[in-house]
């Protein structure tokens, strides 16, 4: 009995922990998927009802989702579509690679497992994850779970890796690479200095053949695949980013508290989480090159950890740095940094007693979520909006909100099918279906606005629902002096 609790009890009490910090934003009355998120809502419909496989978030050829949608796909056959069921399937997947984590911090902290099980708390409970850990987005909880895989075969194997496993390393960093990117820049020094320990280049051949199966797989799903979406990541020419720019970015990704490009005023728990993470964080830098220029004793894994925080963090001025969840590979990378830095060094009773206090203050942040609110209307808000259109029989809707039309797909299970401004989108048979509508049942069709402006160019509102017009029995042409393109 006290055998199973040694080895079960850190997996249950991280299960626990992750499961009940996330229950006051399941809770909330603020609860609604974004747009994205309804996107890959929609993707996993389609797959559980058999009507179609995406590989993809749609309108991109990368973000690779079908990890995501697959465990969203099983929710939805066993529970209902909703918006509760991406969630929790969601927790779900990055359950699992927290977990993987726990069992990657313990290899290379040769099982100390205390310090893995109290870095996989900060994991858990650092604001930077807050509103992520549930987050339906193409691909970036499958690059966490895989990069954090990868990093357990390197360690856990190392001498004893085998023709299997370097094949799986191949392939999952093609995925990785697939699903987003950004991931891969931490794993590179570890991968480097596993080169240089030990004889790898002797394993060039199932690596590559992972790598290059993985890829043949991945063009051949691309193969007409939309390029809809083709942001430019990589910001050449450079754009002049200065490290007040950086710092600023930075800080206000650990709050956690932004949406997309936005960025809003955190609690003032979470302002003191996020800066007590940061001060911490410098510290252990200036800590780890004193030891290595001294040359005292540390982990052999110090100087790769740190180039792995230097890179994560680096790769920012090259970027859009204003997209703050590109720093997301950032917190398992610099936490494992910091595991490294304090390794085999017993902490005294203030500096337990300063990790535990900091795990409370993590709890409280973590806590405050349930007030994070990153959209002008609620759940509530979006099922009046389908109840007011339902009961006057409209089916399809020229939307002038470019989230909103997902949401409004998703949230009526595709009983409102809707249409953004542009002649084409991320699913262009929504776009043909609504304009088919429009020409053959124009008493079905409706325009929602956000816009009381519009009002020069439309007859009168025949009804105002939270912030959005709602206009019927329109013509083509009013549609298009909206902005509108066919």
């Not at 017993?346 to 806590?367: E, K, W």
Request: charged residues 15%; hydrophobic residues 50%; aromatic residues 18%.
């Amino acid at each position: 009995m006290k055998s199973a609790v040694l080895k079960f009890g850190p997996v249950i009490l991280l299960t626990a922990v992750v499961i009940l910090s996330r229950l006051p934003q399941l809770f909330s009355e603020h609860l609604v998927l974004d747009g994205d998120e309804s996107i890959v809502g929609l993707m996993a419909k389609h797959l559980s009802e058999g009507k179609e496989i995406s590989y993809f978030f749609w309108g991109q050829s990368y973000g690779f989702s079908l990890v995501e949608t697959g465990i969203i796909a099983i929710g939805f056959k066993f529970f209902s579509v909703s918006d509760y069921t991406v969630k929790i399937a969601m927790l779900a997947l990055w359950l699992i690679a927290v977990l993987v984590f726990y069992k990657t911090s313990l290899t290379i902290f040769k099982q100390e497992k205390s310090k893995a099980i109290l870095l996989t708390l900060v994991l858990i409970l650092l604001p930077a994850w807050g509103v992520w850990a549930m987050k339906a987005r193409g691909g970036y909880l499958t690059a966490f779970l895989l990069s954090n895989i990868v990093l357990y075969l390197f360690f856990k194997k190392q001498d004893n890796m085998r023709f299997r496993d370097w094949l799986l390393c191949g392939a999952f960093g093609v995925t990785i690479f697939f699903s987003q990117p950004f991931f891969l820049a931490g794993l590179l020094p570890f991968l480097l200095f596993f080169a240089y320990r030990k004889p790898i280049f002797k394993k060039v051949f199932p690596l590559a053949l992972g790598v290059g199966g993985a890829l043949a797989i991945f063009l051949l799903l691309r193969i007409n695949t939309a390029d809809y979406w083709k942001p430019h990541v990589l910001q050449i020419p450079f754009k002049h980013y200065g490290f007040a720019d950086f710092f600023q970015n930075f800080f206000h990704h650990c709050t956690g508290y932004y949406y997309l490009n936005e960025q809003y005023k955190p609690p003032l728990i979470t302002t003191i989480t996020a800066a007590f993470f940061i001060l911490t964080l410098l510290g252990c830098m200036g800590v780890a090159v004193y030891r290595l220029q001294k040359k005292i004793h540390t982990h052999p894994l110090l100087l790769p950890a740190l180039a792995s925080v230097v890179v994560t963090a680096g790769y920012a001025f090259v970027i859009d740095m204003s997209q703050l969840r590109y720093f997301l590979p950032f917190t398992g990378y610099s936490l494992l940094f910091v595991g490294t830095v304090f390794y085999k060094i017993r902490l005294a009773q203030f500096s337990t007693f300063m990790a535990a206090l900091f795990l409370i203050v993590c709890g409280i942040s973590i806590y405050s979520f349930r007030g994070y609110k990153f959209d002008k209307e609620s759940q509530s808000d979006v099922y009046n909006l389908i109840g007011y259109l339902q009961s006057k029989n409209i089916t399809h809707v020229f939307c002038k909100d470019s989230q909103l039309q997902w949401k409004l797909m998703f949230y009526s299970h595709e009983k409102v099918i809707a249409r953004y401004v542009y002649a084409t989108d991320r699913k262009p048979k929504y776009v043909k279906e609504v304009n088919a509508a429009l020409q053959n049942n124009p008493q079905r069709v409706a325009v929602i606005t956000f816009m009381q402006s519009d009002q020069i160019s439309l007859p009168q509102t025949e009804q105002k629902i939270g912030r959005f017009f709602i206009y019927t029995n329109i013509t083509r042409s009013e549609i298009e002096r909206l902005g509108f393109k066919f």
